[in-house]
């Protein structure tokens, strides 16, 4: 079975410009998060769904950052305008049953200069 | 505030050796304690879980240790393998709640 895929792997931009990253989740898992990992932060929940709703946003930084979920197998991460401190790698990852095992993509590492 | 302290922040360790990560959470909701292993470039995956009614689990050469009155979890990989090198994190969870609290991680390097 495929796992999380997320796009693109690497992203290198202008600060100013905006970024949109791209998750599929594993099909037939309701629930879909976005975390962002740096040295200084570690991994932060961002926003995470539930079958295509967003439930809980408290952890999106900024009013720059958007995300998106249309339908059961697509999720977008839009940040807009970027800035340098918003380099990180940002994970998607979903899961099916509560409080089960987090399955994550491979990352998008985000490169703001 | 990080909810789930963990250290140390790296480790290096002989091929063959035990590793030892230790985890403090201060949320007495937390009920369900994951582990994660990160490979550079890649996400996170479960490695081993356990729930505070159980004071130790072992799956082959990884063992988690809980301590509940003490609110501390450790993590130990018996002989370990240069295939282990990777970052562990520890979690905190609810059962209620999606949010997962990582520790901040230990990078495991084992010398051959």
């Known amino acids: 079975d495929a796992g999380v895929i997320q796009s693109p792997r690497h992203e290198v931009t202008e600060m100013g410009q905006e970024v949109t990253l791209r998750c599929k989740p594993i099909?037939?898992?309701?629930?879909l998060f976005w975390y962002r990992q740096t040295m200084m932060r570690g991994l932060e929940l961002l926003i995470y769904?539930?079958?295509?709703?967003?439930?809980?946003d408290s952890g999106m930084p900024e009013d720059r950052f958007s995300a998106k979920m249309p339908n059961a197998s697509f999720s977008t991460l839009k940040i807009q305008p970027s800035e340098p401190r918003d380099s990180a790698v940002y994970f998607c990852?979903?899961?099916?049953?509560?409080?089960?095992?987090?399955?994550f993509g491979e990352g998008s590492r985000l490169t703001v200069l | 505030q990080q909810q789930v302290k963990q250290s140390p922040q790296s480790l290096i360790v002989q091929k063959g050796g035990i590793s030892i990560i230790n985890c403090a959470y201060e949320?007495?909701?937390?009920?369900?304690f994951p582990w994660y292993q990160q490979f550079p470039g890649k996400g996170p995956a479960l490695l081993i879980a356990i729930r505070p009614d159980v004071s130790e689990k072992k799956e082959g050469r990884f063992t988690i240790s809980f301590n509940k009155s003490a609110k501390q979890f450790s993590l130990h990989i018996m002989d370990s393998q240069p295939g282990d090198s990777a970052t562990y994190f520890c979690v905190g969870s609810r059962s209620n709640d999606y949010k997962l609290s990582f520790g901040a991680g230990t990078t495991v390097t084992v010398r051959a």
């Open positions: 099909s037939g898992h309701d629930y």
């Open positions: 949320n007495t909701a937390f009920d369900y």
């Open positions: 769904f539930n079958n295509n709703v967003p439930i809980d």
């Open positions: 990852a979903s899961t099916k049953f509560p409080v089960g095992e987090l399955f």
